[in-house]
């Protein structure tokens, strides 16, 4: 008999419940949904990977790509705390379920080779930054493509 | 009178994870119960070998799901002992809130559980409907609602503005209105009382001899309480152990009520006095040769880890004793002469965190 009150209550107002994938609530700023990467600002340096707890990012460096599997990323955050550049963020909401498991490699352009290299042929690091660039385009292009894959 | 057996579990409606009871049973009552268990065990111990100091945080946060920012605590605890590490006031006190903010909310989804245990639906939903704003404050300061991940060696990772601090408290304003106002049917509704009185009583020298842990042991009149150490930021809040003396479920839950309100103080108290300064301190170096045990109270009761460093990045041992692990004990000496029908509300009266004990 003592609840009685609080349901009378509850049935007077309105449901506690959103009307869930009609109705989302929006989301807190300091949620830690999905981790994202900015590959133009990564350096490469595999630190993220080296903290990662889960080791689930690989960082190759002379071929300039940086991979996740997001299944297996349990969003602690440490990776984004390592960031030298600070190139990892969080997204406020969380990952759409996917059918199938993928791996999200991202294209970027590697570092280029240290100063003795580049010292030997002093033109050519020019027509290298060129095709650099060249190839850096269609990367740009494939790795939005890999994230609607995703989506 | 013949003996029956029946078997009680893994899977049963009352139990959230895994435990085996094998019940002998003599018409309708209970004559003995013995357990069995090792359905989840994750060997997260062992880990401790592959990952480094810092990666552990995570797996020990994954010990328990639901005091998982307590078990991190404990961890960064240990380390920075062994590393003689001192942190900042404001780190500790920082570790202060989200762990009572934990307390609080595995005691709100305890109470629900209970109360569906022995049948009283709404209830369930009424405290886990004040359980969610205790989650939001979670998600909203640190970024996750359960695996908050907060801890890191040397401090915390987040930190609280003033502004957060002031919605923090206006929520919990809410919160301690929307709890109490439950306090009059979980303490003195008949149907309750019906089920919880006298039900699963566990007297204070068996409670002590057999070693139970937390609520348990506080429900059976032991004032240990393992905040009285002044651990972390505690030594700075003003705080009593919270004791019933009937030794029965409804004790165990009252405890548990009272408890979840206490939180709530505590968390004022602590943004209260939320000193100035970092919030984390640098740590090089890897943790020297040497051992480590330490203590602390979560929302089961007394959690004990030991650590054993040997100078490489990984440790030579980790070692969790959980306070579910501890309750069992006591559970098995409040079955015998027990009604069948009481069983699932004893074996929840517990707060049974298998997970946790399995590791």
């Known amino acids: 008999m003592l609840f009685t009150p609080t349901v009378v209550k509850n049935l007077l107002k309105k449901p506690a419940t959103r009307k869930y994938p009609f109705e989302v609530r929006e989301p807190f700023e300091k949620y830690r949904g999905e981790l994202i990467i900015d590959i133009e600002k990564c350096i490469f340096c595999g630190m993220c990977a080296r903290k990662c707890p889960c080791q689930c990012i690989t960082v190759d460096k002379t071929a300039g790509t940086w991979a996740c599997d997001p299944h297996e990323c349990i969003t602690c955050g440490y990776c984004v705390d390592a960031c030298p550049t600070k190139c990892l963020t969080f997204k406020d909401v969380h990952r759409k379920p996917m059918l199938e498991k993928t791996t999200w490699v991202e294209q970027g352009t590697p570092p280029k080779p240290k100063k003795k290299a580049a010292a030997k042929k002093a033109d050519a690091p020019a027509k290298e930054a060129k095709a650099e660039k060249a190839e850096e385009k269609p990367a740009k292009k494939a790795a939005p493509k890999k994230k609607a894959e995703k989506k | ?359």
């Open chain 2, 1 to 359: 009178m013949a003996t029956t057996v029946i078997p009680f579990g893994p899977q049963h409606p009352v139990l959230p994870e895994p435990v085996h009871l094998t019940l002998k049973v003599e018409d309708e009552i209970v004559k003995e119960a013995i357990p069995a268990l090792g359905y989840v065990h994750r060997g997260l111990e062992k880990l401790a070998d592959i990952r480094d100091y810092h990666q552990m945080i995570t797996v020990c946060e994954r010990v328990c799901g639901i005091c998982s920012m307590i078990h991190g605590t404990v961890y960064s605890q240990s380390i920075e002992e062994l590393m003689d590490i001192e942190i900042t006031d404001r780190a500790k006190i920082l570790r202060v809130i989200w762990s009572e903010l934990h307390r609080m909310h595995s005691h709100l989804l305890w109470l629900g559980l209970f109360a569906d245990a022995f049948g009283f639906e709404a209830l369930f939903m009424q405290f886990w409907k004040v359980r969610e704003r205790i989650m939001d404050i979670n998600e909203a300061t640190a970024g996750s609602r359960v695996i908050v991940s907060v801890n890191v060696i040397g401090g915390v990772r987040a930190d609280l503005s003033p502004d957060q601090c002031r919605w923090i408290l206006s929520e919990l304003d809410v919160a301690e209105k929307e709890i109490q106002e439950m306090q009059a049917t979980i303490m003195e509704d008949y149907t309750v009382k019906h089920r919880t009185c006298e039900v699963g009583v566990l007297t204070y020298d068996q409670a002590y001899e057999l070693g139970a842990a937390g609520p348990t042991l506080r429900g059976s009149g032991v004032a240990s309480d393992m905040r009285m150490l002044g651990y972390g930021g505690y030594a700075d809040l003003d705080f009593e152990p919270i004791i019933e003396t009937s030794g029965d479920c409804w004790a165990r839950s009252t405890v548990r009520f009272r408890e979840t309100l206490q939180s709530i103080d505590l968390v004022r108290q602590a943004i209260s006095k939320l000193p100035e300064g970092d919030i984390a301190v640098k740590v090089k170096g890897n943790p020297p040769e040497g051992e480590v045990y330490q203590r602390v109270e979560q929302p089961r009761g007394e959690c004990v880890y030991y650590i054993r460093g040997n100078g490489t990045k990984h440790l030579d041992r980790l070692r969790i004793r959980t306070p579910t692990f501890a309750n069992i004990p006591p559970l098995l000496a409040m079955m015998p002469e027990c009604e069948l029908a009481d069983v699932p509300v004893i074996i929840l009266s517990i707060d049974p965190c298998i997970s946790c004990t399995e590791r």
